[in-house]
């Protein structure tokens, strides 16, 4: 069945543009995961250099974080490069 005369109608094809879409997308989400990144270092370079007694706490919630944040962000990067 040819699906470019329906109802008498003729339907032009577009070309697929979906990649302009998901380039600056995946570029916004490496930049996610380089500034969670990056925080994670600000965060252990400050928990080092400010003596407290939290700076267990501080360092598992950096890592907790970065960990989720991560995940999230190559899931997403997955999903979006695959739609």
């Not at 997308?25 to 925080?39: K, T």
């Not at 360092?59 to 990067?77: D, N, P």
């Amino acid at each position: 069945m040819d699906y470019t005369d329906i109802l008498g109608i003729t339907t032009i094809e577009l070309p697929d543009l979906s990649w302009v879409l998901k380039v600056p997308l995946a570029i916004l989400v490496a930049g996610i995961i380089f500034y969670n990144l990056m925080m994670l270092l600000r965060i252990r370079i400050l928990a080092d250099t400010v003596d407290s007694n939290e700076n267990l706490g501080i360092k598992r919630l950096a890592y907790i974080h970065t960990i989720l944040s991560t995940v999230g962000c190559l899931i997403s990067l997955v999903l979006i490069l695959l739609g």
